[in-house]
């Protein structure tokens, strides 16, 4: 059985660029933002970890443990899925996958330890295993145009809907949101390399910093160290997501997102922006309302930078919660690098709580 080093290994046999066990870059594609806009790309996204939960009660533990319907999720239907504080913050964000009896929970590597622990704290008696499969499971993202015909070849069943997945060759195939078209793939290392051979006459090789900037571009939120425990799950859009499940039962922080849903009136919500600055913004940065060069005239923020990614034609496209009526006032946002924030569309309806 191959392992993530053995992975590593062999991406960097490919002329990949590895840093902190991550694909930084490809020596051959040095303007892989450029590529990313005409070619098929293909990223190992190392950066993220993987979850197992296995045992009879994997199901009953998960659907008590986060915000959407666990019942729903199987080997044809993935599912985004919060797990909150007791209130109702998000600690953590992935995406739930099914293969045979084993689920996977894909996340950001830095929120691999803390919500492994956590969860653990919770499985009592329950007749459930959680651990790290990374070292044995792995992702690879594929899209753009083409992507859709070079995976025929693995399926001829492919997923037509967002967040729905086919089971073949011991491999998950899910389609994400978004245009163009894009899939992840996830499974055992053997099988990824056998995908990557597969596909590599046609696909050009990027590191994982061009499939976030597809993630924000479609509007897709990422949760890491910094903005754990921020944010309302309305807050980064979920419940336009499809990540919440308001009908279901109990579990950590629930009365919070259902008294939001049904009694509350949302005052913050994620938007898409372009930043046009040379120093990058980060995730977890405050934005501020004006345009003050001093620090101590800003006052109290207006929101917080939840993902942030360079765009191929310069400066930063940013996911950011913001409040949403200095948005609708049109009042001037910036970094606190006094870099203006210039808003954008993004490809999904939002609602907003209390708006009904």
Avoid at 63 to 82: G, K, P
Avoid at 127 to 156: F, H, P, Q, W, Y
Avoid at 263 to 286: E, F, I, S, W
Wanted: with cysteine; proline share 4%; charged share 20%.
């Amino acid at each position: 059985m191959t392992s993530k080093q053995d992975w590593l290994e062999f991406l960097r046999s490919e002329g990949a660029l590895i840093e902190q066990d991550k694909v930084s870059g490809f020596n051959n594609h040095p303007d892989e933002m450029l590529a990313m806009q005409n070619h098929t790309i293909m990223a190992s996204l190392d950066e993220h970890a993987v979850i197992s939960v296995d045992g009879e009660d994997n199901m009953d533990f998960l659907q008590n443990q986060f915000s959407n319907d666990v019942r729903l999720v199987n080997e044809t239907h993935s599912q985004l899925s919060a797990y909150c504080s007791p209130k109702g913050r998000v600690l953590s964000l992935f995406r739930i996958i099914k293969q045979d009896r084993t689920y996977f929970l894909l996340l950001p590597q830095e929120r691999l330890q803390s919500t492994l622990n956590r969860l653990k704290m919770f499985v009592l008696r329950s007749k459930v295993m959680l651990e790290d499969a990374s070292g044995r499971i792995g992702v690879l993202g594929i899209g753009g145009n083409g992507s859709t015909e070079l995976l025929s070849r693995l399926s001829s069943n492919l997923p037509q809907t967002s967040d729905d997945s086919v089971y073949v060759q011991a491999l998950s195939i899910v389609k994400l949101m978004g245009d163009p078209s894009r899939y992840l793939i996830v499974g055992g290392y053997d099988q990824l390399r056998a995908v990557w051979n597969q596909c590599k006459p046609q696909a050009t090789p990027v590191s994982g910093q061009v499939w976030a900037y597809w993630n924000i571009q479609a509007g897709l939120p990422e949760v890491f160290e910094v903005n754990s425990d921020e944010f309302v799950p309305q807050m980064l859009n979920l419940h336009s997501l499809n990540a919440i499940n308001f009908k279901k039962g109990c579990y950590p922080g629930q009365e919070v997102v259902a008294r939001m849903h049904y009694l509350g009136k949302q005052k913050r919500r994620m938007y898409l922006a372009h930043v046009d600055t040379d120093t990058a913004p980060q995730a977890g940065d405050n934005v501020y309302s004006g345009s003050t060069a001093s620090a101590e005239d800003r006052g109290q923020s207006v929101g917080k930078i939840v993902t942030t990614t360079p765009a191929p034609a310069g400066g930063y496209d940013v996911l950011v919660v913001m409040q949403i009526a200095s948005v609708e006032t049109g009042d001037a946002i910036i970094t606190p690098q006094n870099a203006p924030l210039n808003f954008k569309e993004l490809p999904y309806f939002v609602e907003v709580e209390g708006k009904k």
